[in-house]
């Protein structure tokens, strides 16, 4: 980017009718759990984390640690693993709820094409600790920014992304031998979507309903 | 939206541009320290927060909390809690990064026109606890998704979002008497940029540079 004198770079400037784009974006993200089998095209994932990489990180400290599981005996035990943590969740629920729970499909991990498990690596010395003296949790936060920037990129593809959770974080740092030290953030299913719809699935369920943005805000 | 006679609605494409646009975005959102003290137009953070409830969320639980913070005793304490937090962080550091930390500008609380506190609530019921249960952590990180997509929104319009952590997250639930339970998550500055740069501050100020994303990249 060329530089004036004074060391400054034209700003960049977005129009209307891109924020009503993005806005539609947003809109369209979806949590995705039902996958089509076809395969990702070569280098879409490391495409996808080259865009993940332009998030904001505390200090820039850039703490995101990509890992493409691509192992087929290590994906197995992932899917053991959400298998035995969702069977504890099901059996902690509410019993007016156990049905429901039972019937809703909340990983894609048979069907989605690329697995992709996300760390944060809290010992990097990148960054020389600015901004996290206080909250070092700015480093998990700062991974949880690049995979919300894959998420809006991928959808931006008409890939979807399925962010898995219900896992046992000690688990999967075994499962995939990641350096100690490492912090499990999530775990993504990434794929193209077998359908694409603008409100979450969890609400089309039954499972729970979206508030107004309203019920959020407070002022002091 | 329309839904046809199977319940599906007709997805919603993004072409070429738009990803290159967002692509964009995605290079010129910066974390702005050094605002214009123009007011923002009535009701410019209720607009974004609007934007922010369209995040992903574990269970559909909206965590989030947003405290607009207008209440110029209240800045007033923000500024010195950060101030005094600072300066113990100035204290920590290396001798040869010292006089480089005493030089960085790392918050705008003073001259930015909007102040934010977001949080999150562990205690929401909704969501009745899907997708949580292993790491309850997630709340927080649905809270800083949220966030996210308020800092691209506000970017697309022109505006700087600068996040502020140094500060200590128990002061901040005092000064703002948030209810027991919320979990302090982020202090923003919202306003217009005194300038614009895709590069970020830090980087320009030679506290640290960014590394391409092959280095956070791994196969298992």
């Known amino acids: 980017m060329q530089r ?24 369209w993200r979806r949590d995705v759990r039902r996958f089509r089998r076809d395969a990702l095209p070569e280098g879409t994932l490391e495409r996808l984390i080259d865009l993940a990489a332009l998030a904001p990180s505390v200090g820039l400290s850039q ?14 035990a992932i899917r053991t693993c959400y298998s035995d943590c969702n069977k504890e969740a099901l059996a902690a ?34 960054g020389d ?14 991974v949880v920014l ?16 399925g962010w898995v959770s219900i896992l046992d974080p000690a688990r999967v740092c075994e499962i995939l031998e990641v350096p ?25 369920e039954g499972w729970e309903r979206r508030r107004s943005a309203s019920k959020l805000l407070f002022y002091r």
Chains 1, 2 share one sequence.
Not at 100 to 117: D, I, S
Not at 129 to 142: C, F, N
Not at 184 to 202: H, K
């Open 180 to 204: 100690a030290g490492w912090h499990f953030i999530g775990y993504l299913c990434i794929g193209y979507p077998q359908a694409e719809d603008n409100t979450p699935e969890l609400e089309r």
């Open 93 to 126: 629920q509410r019993p007016e709820k156990a049905d429901l729970y039972a019937r809703l499909k909340l990983a894609g991990l048979n069907e989605a094409p690329g697995h992709l498990a996300v760390f944060a690596d809290p010992e990097t010395r990148q």
């Open 63 to 76: 703490p995101s640690r990509f890992v493409v599981v691509k192992d087929a005996a290590r994906r197995a």
């Open 4 to 27: 004036d004198e004074a060391g400054s770079v034209a700003p960049c400037a977005f129009g209307a009718p891109f924020r009503e784009r993005l806005r539609q974006l947003f809109v």
């Open 146 to 161: 690049a995979i919300h920037t894959m998420w809006l990129a991928a959808r931006a593809e008409g890939l979807g992304l």
């Open 129 to 142: 600790g600015l901004g996290r003296r206080t909250m070092p949790e700015t480093i998990d936060y700062s």
